[in-house]
T-cell receptor, first 113, second 114 residues
Framework: SAVISQKPSRDICQRGTSLTIQCQVD?????MFWYRQQPGQSLTLIAT?????????ESGFVIDKFPISRPNLTFSTLTVSNMSPEDSSIYLC??????????FGSGTRLTVV | QKEVEQNSGPLSVPEGAIASLNCTYS??????FFWYRQYSGKSPELIMF????GDKEDGRFTAQLNKASQYVSLLIRDSQPSDSATYLC??????????????FGTGTQLKVEL
């Protein structure tokens, strides 16, 4: 299965600032998925990132707040913009590997103060 | 609203017992189903996936799928304290442009007691 390097692993940020999270995959993948896991909650899909096209956002998530880049088939970034304490979450990237498996990055634990 | 539902638990079982985790889903278009284990502070790791009705076994784990009832379960035999974690059920659907996205349940916390 693919190996995903995600960074930073954690950060504490001031409200109103932005943080960019990076995911690097050790193989080429068509689609990358960005999830959010709020404290005590399950994973919610933010958007799906295809190389060479605009990301597709789920209901409740908008590009201005969560811009995504996908410059090539092994790399993607998610930016959390104009942060507020409600954005404090774990952010995870994921890719489909093999016939049916989904692999997750190690996650970015974001705290907004 | 496409949902995957799980009992949040905690489900407590004694060491060596069988743990039974259940999940229902609302979208009949869901194609594949996944069980992930998540330890506190860690990212989810895939245990099993299933896409055909019936049982699928892998070591101490058995996944069961009943599409007519829209029901998925995970059985863990000979439960060990190291199995204590949150178990997430996920269903795979189709996104625009191809590919699949996962919809997750809220997870069931399992505690295996000595």
């Amino acid at each position: 299965s693919a190996v995903i390097s995600q960074k930073p692993s954690r950060d504490i940020c001031q409200r109103g600032t932005s943080l960019t999270i990076q995911c690097q995959v050790d193989s080429q993948v068509t689609m990358m998925f960005w999830y959010r896991q709020q404290p005590g909650q399950s994973l919610t899909l933010i958007a799906t990132a295809n190389q060479g096209s605009e990301a597709t956002y789920e209901s409740g998530f908008v590009i201005d707040k969560f811009p995504i880049s996908r410059p090539n088939l092994t790399f993607s970034t998610l930016t959390v913009s104009n942060m507020s304490p409600e954005d404090s979450s774990i952010y995870l990237c994921s890719v489909v590997t093999g016939s049916s498996g989904y692999t997750f990055g190690s996650g970015t634990r974001l705290t907004v103060v | 609203q496409k949902e995957v539902e799980q009992n949040s638990g905690p489900l407590s079982v004694p060491e060596g017992a069988i743990a039974s985790l259940n999940c229902t889903y609302s979208d009949r278009g869901s194609q594949s189903f996944f069980w992930y284990r998540q330890y506190s502070g860690k990212s989810p790791e895939l245990i099993m996936f299933i896409y055909s009705n019936g049982d699928k076994e892998d070591g101490r784990f058995t996944a069961q799928l009943n599409k007519a009832s829209q029901y998925v379960s995970l059985l863990i035999r000979d439960s060990q304290p190291s199995d204590s974690a949150t178990y997430l059920c996920a269903a795979s659907g189709v996104v625009t442009g191809g590919g699949n996205k996962l919809t997750f349940g809220t997870g069931t916390q399992l505690k295996v007691e000595l």
